[in-house]
């Protein structure tokens, strides 16, 4: 079945402006994550959903960073007036509502911020 | 709060070395415990899960023994391969209303 689909899998954006990255769960999944990993690093932690709602947003790492999820799919990440750090790979994943259920990742947003 | 430590790397071996990741947790209650690989250019996997305590997760050939007395979920491998060069994240989950909490990762490189 389908995965985890993330889109763009690359953007090139400058300085300033906004971007908006796209996540569509696999179908059925309640659970829905967005972490960021930059060059050799971790998983950062951004937010996660539980339908429709946001539990834990405590990873957001300024107020330049938003997310919705509607309809308890498709989930969008909108990162305004974009800085140079922001520059990472932006990564979706999402889960069944047990907690012994794996989370499925998507291959990721490359985010480069010129 | 809940966390998970695992052993900072690189660590490098060569093929056929017997491999041990360290991976220790903190939370209450009874959290299920994953493993998760990252090849290289590829997207992060689920590798092996184990849900209560003294479950064996196995998957590939890697093994980890979820133990409660030690809050403790090593990854092992008894004879690694190239191929197994990747970075693993030890995690944890504790109910469906908390979030997944992964460790810093481990790097591996298995040279010929």
């Known amino acids: 079945g389908a995965g985890v689909s993330q889109s763009p899998s690359n953007k090139v954006t400058e300085k300033g402006k906004d971007v908006e990255l796209r996540c569509d769960p696999i179908s059925g999944h309640t659970a829905l994550y967005w972490y960021r990993q930059s060059l050799g690093q971790g998983l950062e932690f951004l937010i996660y959903f539980q339908g429709n709602s946001a539990p834990d947003k405590s990873g957001l790492p300024s107020d330049r960073f938003s997310a919705e999820r509607t309809g308890g799919s498709v989930s969008t990440l909108t990162i305004q007036r974009t800085q140079q750090e922001d520059s990472a790979v932006y990564l979706c994943a999402s889960s069944s509502s047990s907690y012994n259920s794996p989370l499925h990742f998507g291959n990721g947003t490359r985010l480069t911020v010129t | ?112």
């Open chain 2, 1 to 112: 709060g809940d966390s998970v430590t695992q052993m900072e790397g690189p660590v490098t071996l060569s093929e056929e070395a017997f491999l041990t990741i360290n991976c220790t947790y903190t939370a209450t209650g009874y959290p299920s415990l994953f493993w998760y690989v990252q090849y290289p250019g590829e997207g992060l996997q689920l590798l092996l899960k184990a849900t209560k305590a003294d479950d064996k997760g196995s998957n590939k050939g890697f093994e980890a023994t979820y133990r409660k007395e030690t809050t403790s979920f090593h990854l092992e491998k008894g004879s690694v391969q190239v191929s197994d060069s990747a970075v693993y994240f030890c995690a944890l989950h504790k109910t469906s209303y908390d979030k997944v909490i992964f460790g810093p990762g481990t790097s591996l490189s298995v040279i010929p």
